[in-house]
C-alpha cells in the first residue's frame, strides 16, 4: 500500500498533497481527506492510509500551503488565514488530481474532513458535483462565512446533490447540539439524503487519537459507520440505516 506527498498546482502556486493508495491496478474508488486545524498531520495521514486500506485512494491536500510566514505556528492563527475562495480552489485541485489518474474511477469520488476539515467538507460538497458522498466530522462554523466572495456554506446546500454523514460531539460548542438541529432541519427542508450521528460525552475532536479530546468509544462507532457509508456509496454495498435518515 504505497504512500507519498505529490506536488499540484493551485491558481499559479503549489500544493503539496499526502496521497496513499492501494495495491493493485484499479480503478479505485477515491477519497479526498481533509485536514484539521492542525494541518496533514499524523492523525490525517493515519486516516488516509486506513482508507487505502479499504481500497480507496485517498489524497490530502495541505490547505495551509500558501502560508509563506516561518513565525506564524499556532494552528488557530494559521486557519484564520484561510478564505473560502482558496479553499474551494485547493479542493477542486485535488479531485482534479483524481480525475485525471487512470487508477480512479471518476464516478466514485467522496470527501471526509475533521474539525476545520468538516466544515470544508460541506463547502466541497456544495461546490462541486464530482462528489458522490461527503462526509463532515464535527465541521464547525457552517453558519459563517470566510473571505469574501462566496455564500456561507449553509445557504449553499441545496447545491450539495450528493448523500451526507455528519458526526457530532455531544458536548462539542462548535457545532453545538442546536447547530446540529439548525442543519438537519435546513437539510430536510430541502429534501437532501443526510444522516446525522451524536455522540455521548464526545467533544470537538473526538476521532482524533493524537487529540487531548480523543474519546475513544465514539471514534470507533464513528469509523466503521464512516466506512460502510462510503462503502455504500462508493462501491455499491448495501446500506445499513441504523440512524436518523432523510
Known sequence: MPSFWETLQVDGQEMSAYVS?????GPFPAVVVIQT???VNQFIQDQSDKLAGEGYAAVAPDLFHRITDPALTDPYERGATLSDQEIIAD???AVDLLLGHSAVDNDRIGIVGFCMG?????LAAATNPNYKATVPYYGGSIMVTRGAGVQIPLELADNINCPMLFHFGEIDANPSQDDMAKLDAELTR????HQFFSYPEADHGFADHTGARYNREGAEIAWPRTLQFFA???KGAPVVKNGRVS
Not at 493508495?21 to 491496478?25: E, F, H
Open 232 to 234: 455504500a456509496h462508493l
Open 118 to 122: 468538516g466544515r470544508v467538507a460541506w
Open 21 to 25: 493508495v492501494p495495491s493493485g491496478s
Open 37 to 39: 486545524i492542525r494541518g
Open 91 to 93: 479542493c477542486n485541485a
Open 190 to 193: 430541502l429534501g437532501k439524503p
